[in-house]
């Protein structure tokens, strides 16, 4: 019964956004900062590790195919620095150290928005490619990390305003990896935290976690943008 839905969804899905007669495109510049969070079970339940909050950011823009005010499939190219700081102890009792992670990443994201009144939301996976990965105790750490992994990627947002074909939206995103982003060289090696001096008894995945305030600047391009962008802030006046 699974395998007959999804073809049903799409064709009902495509249907719905054929059945509008307003389509037009619009493109936008982003950029967003928030906490990210790396994952694993080993790190997580040694008490000789303390996670700290570690800031990430993101730069990018996106080209949007709109149906209507309301549907929009986006495809968006993005900058992605993430991180993870924490302080540990090789051996309990000895001093703190510092342990800093450095990931940057080159991300594709395909996304579908709605947006209602003046709030949208937005979900869809993302696909990214690593660019490098540095640590306190390893200037270039990259080979022991997976060359692109997959994301998934959910957020809710508004548009603050605009003016015809342009606007400004603001929104809060949630991503999460889903595959080990640790590859076997690394696991061998020890990662993500290769100073341990005991291996822990079993290899756990490691994956990332992020929260970030996402900004956009868009311009519509098309025929009906300036129809569609002023029908949209239509919307918001009149609640």
């Known amino acids: 019964m699974k395998k007959f839905l999804i073809p049903i969804f799409s064709v009902l899905f495509i249907s719905q956004l054929s059945a509008q007669k ?13 906490l990210s969070f790396l994952t694993n079970k080993n790190i997580f339940d040694d008490n000789n590790y303390t996670y700290k909050m570690t800031l990430s950011n993101t730069l990018g823009a996106k080209f949007a195919a709109n149906f209507g005010p309301t549907h929009s499939i986006m495809v968006e190219g993005l900058l992605s620095n993430l991180g993870q700081d924490f302080n540990y102890r090789l051996v309990a009792g000895d001093n703190e150290l510092k342990e800093e992670i450095d990931f940057k990443a080159i991300d594709l994201a395909l996304l579908y928005r709605a947006t209602i009144q003046r709030s949208y939301v937005e979900i869809g996976p ?5 660019r490098s990965v540095k640590y306190s105790s390893e200037a270039d750490a990259t080979k022991y990390f997976e060359d692109n992994y997959l994301s998934g990627l959910l957020g809710f947002g508004g548009y603050l305003g605009g003016a015809e ?12 990896t889903f595959a080990d982003l ?20 079993s290899v756990e995945p ?8 996402m900004f956009e ?22 609640r």
């Open 217 to 238: 600047l868009n311009f519509g391009v098309g025929h009906f943008a300036k129809t569609s962008c002023s029908e949209r802030f239509k919307r918001m006046r009149r």
């Open 22 to 34: 307003e389509f037009w495109f619009e493109l936008g510049a982003k950029g967003g900062v928030g």
């Open 165 to 176: 074909t342009f606007s400004v939206g603001m929104g809060l995103r949630f991503h999460y």
């Open 206 to 213: 490691s994956h990332f976690a992020w929260a970030e305030v």
């Open 126 to 130: 993302v696909y990214s490619k690593l």
């Open 182 to 201: 640790v590859n076997e060289r690394g696991q061998a090696a020890g990662y993500p935290n290769p100073v341990k001096v005991l291996p822990y008894p």
